[in-house]
């Protein structure tokens, strides 16, 4: 997953809650008092523990990056000293300044103090990071440009003097993606996370800080894969000031100071383990620990982010392994429910899914897993209440997949991913729902429901098998090739399974190895279901309304990934290769109630793709433009259709980059 750009950062209007309901666009709600779920901002957490309330104990604020729910979060802890109890739960989230990639905080004579590369925030009990003061050396310190930039105020040598601490990620060497040889090896280098010192040659009132060196674990620099988040603190209890890191995925390093506190000196960095016996990981990657006596027991805690917006608490248990301080696995904090959320890059299918009459949503996220939210409102209640996400599971083991070392074309720092993105479709022609499923690694499965239309119960994944016209058309990129029949195509795309030609056998439209938009049709052979080669045959109407309006709906991508619509031709969704490939999140369904079957392709929120006609085998739609005038889009939308209020018109759900669910009306509903 890229970061943000920097301008997305200075973006413009912040389209969170009721800054775009004029547009129609709201984000789904709960309506579930009582109700607790997973703590999260939007994507990418930060999370920076402090008594922000000043009431006396330790609350969460949490800075989000992120868009559409860019900003900085207070949860505010409303069950009392941390002491006492270690896992509240939290009030939601309430937005008191903007937010920002690599804000982190530091404890200063027991004092939160707020960083943001070249940057402190004095008043951020007030303001958050609106207000900035200058802390004099350049932005970047690295002699490359980075991506982690990681600031933090630490009395490195026991001088008195507060020095500057600054964790880089460089990604010189890895560069981005396609870079694998034929057999899954990464022959470009690893992502470099090195921690400098600018160390106080002033005072405290005045600071004066000196060209900025790299730390040293023995002979050569601290390292970590990126992403360091460097934290020092005692945490051998020795009195000197040891060094705890993350990383871009999802693991611990520490590097114990062997010197003492006024001389310190790094020993090689060695992998936190947890109580378990297993390498302490987050669930997810691109964590942000922060060092903390959380539980105030004398020991020091982490309190750690996700990249899908939740944070955890990481208990230290006292003991030692390696002579590294040993944790508890992690744990999720938990909030009162507000909005409706999965993760993040949330992917949402409106469906019944338990058979009692109401639309249920299925949703996928960056992480791979796939949620059943129920709607406990029944039909007719266009503002349901919803319960929590419950992640599916298959033959017994939670749905999900994930990239590994060389399963993402973008390289082994995405090992952690999984991109679900799915859809409901009776597969197997049984009268029962099944699950198809698409994700990063472009294999397509197939999940049949064993259980009953009331209860789901879903069998192992099986792939989904064409019958081809010869070899397999295989990826212009990357390593992974067909195995048999098994369908491979561009990842993070939507399997869509659909009667398109209207003959009772259910087809499947997707995209296809060169990003056409394409026909897989279902037939009956010698008794059996089979699928056939594809067809290009959904193309371009002559009589486009809006030529070239997608693409341009569709430039402020973070990939750019353009979109072929030329009249008469067949859509090609994408033609970009390698990592700029695949990342079409469509929906199928008549939108304009006209009986023809429409497509809402993923973009600012969704643009319309209006059918005009079908002729000669094949059909034709016209780009009719976004559903609203509202951006809610970071990598990507995954738009759905839903009917709560069971009026019979689809209206519109978008899944955004923050892990929100956004409704709109339809505007043919009365």
């Not at 992917?347 to 009459?357: E, H, L, N």
């Not at 486009?544 to 430039?555: F, R, T």
Request: net charge negative; proline share 6%.
């Amino acid at each position: 997953m890229r970061l943000s750009p920097l301008s997305l950062l200075a973006s413009s209007a912040l389209l969170c809650g009721s800054s775009f309901a004029a547009e129609g666009l709201t984000p789904l709600k709960y309506n579930n008092p009582g109700l607790t779920v997973d703590l999260g901002v939007g994507l990418w957490a930060w999370p920076l523990p402090m008594d922000f309330d000043g009431d006396g104990d330790l609350d969460l604020v949490v800075n989000c990056p992120d868009k559409p729910y860019n900003g900085v979060y207070f949860f505010e802890n409303a069950t009392g000293d941390t002491a006492k109890n270690k896992m509240p739960v939290f009030k939601p989230g309430k937005r008191i300044s903007k937010g920002a990639q690599n804000v982190q905080v530091s404890y200063v004579d027991g004092k939160p103090v707020v960083l943001s590369p070249g940057y402190a925030h004095p008043d951020f009990l007030k303001t958050g990071i609106d207000q900035s003061v200058k802390l004099g050396p350049p932005a970047n310190v690295h002699m490359n440009k980075v991506r982690a930039n990681m600031w933090r105020m630490v009395d490195y040598d026991g001088d008195g003097k507060n020095d500057l601490i600054v964790g880089v990620g460089d990604w010189t060497e890895y560069g981005w993606d396609n870079a694998y040889s034929a057999d899954g090896r990464w022959m470009n280098g690893p992502i470099r996370g090195y921690v400098y010192l600018l160390s106080n040659t002033g005072t405290n009132e005045a600071p004066k800080y000196d060209k900025a060196k790299k730390v040293m674990a023995t002979d050569r620099p601290v390292e970590t894969f990126g992403w360091p988040s460097p934290n020092f603190a005692d945490f051998d209890a020795d009195g000197d000031l040891d060094l705890l890191c993350g990383e871009f995925l999802d693991g611990f390093t520490y590097f114990q100071n062997t010197g003492t506190r006024t001389k310190p000196k790094y020993a090689l960095g060695v992998r936190l383990k947890a109580d378990t016996g297993r390498y302490l990981t987050m669930d997810l990657e691109m964590i942000t620990p922060t060092a903390i006596d959380w539980d105030k027991d004398g020991d020091v805690d982490l309190i750690c982010g996700d990249e899908d917006g939740r944070v955890a608490f990481i208990e230290n248990t006292g003991k030692f392994d390696n002579k590294a301080p040993v944790y508890a696995e992690p744990v999720y904090f938990k909030q009162e429910a507000d909005q409706v959320k999965f993760g993040s890059l949330v992917t949402p299918v409106g469906y019944d899914w338990d058979g009692d009459g109401d639309t249920d949503l299925l949703c996928g996220n960056t992480a791979g897993y796939v949620a059943f939210i129920e709607n406990l409102s029944g039909k007719g209640v266009e503002k349901p209440k919803w319960a929590a996400p419950v992640r599916l599971e298959a033959d017994g083991k939670v749905i999900r997949p994930m990239a590994g070392p060389n399963g993402s074309i973008q390289g082994p720092c995405e090992a952690k991913w999984g991109y679900s993105t799915q859809t409901v479709a009776d597969w197997d022609g049984d009268g029962l729902p099944d699950l198809l499923l698409n994700s990063i690694l472009g294999k397509v499965l197939w999940y049949k429901n064993v259980g009953t239309r009331q209860k789901p119960k879903l069998s192992a994944g099986q792939p989904i098998e064409v019958e081809w016209n010869g070899e397999q058309p295989h990826l212009a990129y990357g390593w992974l090739r067909p195995e048999g029949k098994a369908l491979l195509t561009q990842w993070r795309t939507t399997p869509v399974g659909i009667d398109w030609n209207k003959d009772g056998l259910t087809d499947l439209v997707m995209l296809d190895q060169e990003g056409y938009l394409a026909f897989f049709e279902r037939a009956k052979q010698d008794g059996k279901l089979i699928l056939k080669h594809p067809q290009r045959v959904i193309c371009a109407s002559k009589e486009s309304q809006a030529p070239g309006l997608l693409d341009k709906a569709l430039e402020h991508l973070k990939v750019k990934t353009p979109v072929a619509m030329t009249p008469g031709e067949p859509l090609r969704l994408n033609s970009g290769i390698a990592g700029k490939s695949g990342r079409r999140k469509i929906c199928i369904m008549d939108w304009d109630q006209d009986g023809k079957v429409d497509i809402l392709l993923n973009s600012a929120n969704a643009n319309f793709l209006r059918q005009t006609n079908n002729a000669e085998g094949k059909w034709f739609f016209a780009d009719m433009g976004l559903l609203s005038d509202a951006n809610i889009e970071g990598h990507d939308v995954s738009p759905t259709t839903v009917d709560f209020n069971d009026d019979g018109v689809p209206d519109f759900v978008g899944g955004a980059e923050d892990g929100h669910l956004y409704y709109l009306r339809n505007p043919k509903a009365k």
